[in-house]
């Protein structure tokens, strides 16, 4: 039998709650363990309750989801967080990937895809639903010079900063999944970075994706 993902809840709107409640406990590979109203709520619940992954709203009183999401990953390093917000602002959502967020879903995604979103990053990587990566990913600026990677590496960063599994970046770059990775790990190793998120915030700041 499968695991079930060990979901907690974060909002301050009942009904958004409800409805996110109602609609997740159809999945059976998703338990939802608690909610909260507040990011002060939701550290005291999941230090309780030990769920695999926090969704949680970004504006909230008391204590917001920024903040809430950088106490997360220093008390609670091994919760995954995945923001659920209305924001669709570049720096907005950078901010909270510098916070250590897993992932950045938009509230005007389906719920299947928020179901994927979750799947995605309980399996240790990252999400961003399409309004997310449109914002994050523009082509504003020029790309910076990555002199630590070779040009494969960099194509393969490319693949990983927008959510891609090692199978996927094997079959769109037409190279095994082994050299995947191992170029992960290269990537990895030099620019001293050992998570998804860290590896998407480099991408991100170096302006890597077309």
Avoid: W
């Avoid at 939802?32 to 909230?60: C, F, H, R, W, Y």
């Amino acid at each position: 039998m499968t695991k079930k993902i060990r979901v907690l809840l974060v909002d301050d709107h009942m009904l958004v709650l409800d409805g996110l409640q109602a609609r997740l406990e159809l999945e059976d590979n998703i338990d939802i363990i608690a909610t909260a109203s507040n990011g002060l709520e939701a550290l005291e619940k999941a230090a309780e309750t030990q769920p695999d992954l926090v969704l949680m709203d970004v504006s909230m009183p008391v204590l917001n989801g920024l903040e809430a999401t950088k106490r997360f990953k220093s008390e609670q390093p091994k919760v995954k967080v995945l923001m659920l917000s209305m924001h669709n602002d570049k720096e907005y959502i950078l901010s909270l990937i510098q916070s250590g967020a897993n992932g950045y879903v938009l509230k005007d995604v389906s719920s299947e895809e928020l179901v994927q979103a979750i799947g995605t990053v309980c399996q240790g990587g990252t999400y961003f639903s399409s309004g997310a990566s449109e914002a994050l990913f523009s082509p504003s600026v020029a790309p910076k010079q990555c002199d630590e990677l070779s040009k494969r590496e960099i194509a393969v960063l490319k693949e990983v900063a927008i959510g891609l599994s090692n199978k996927e970046i094997a079959s769109t770059l037409s190279i095994s999944v082994r050299t995947v990775e191992t170029h992960r790990q290269n990537i990895k190793n030099k620019l001293d970075i050992h998570s998804s998120a860290g590896l998407v915030k480099y991408a991100i700041e170096h302006n890597l994706i077309d």
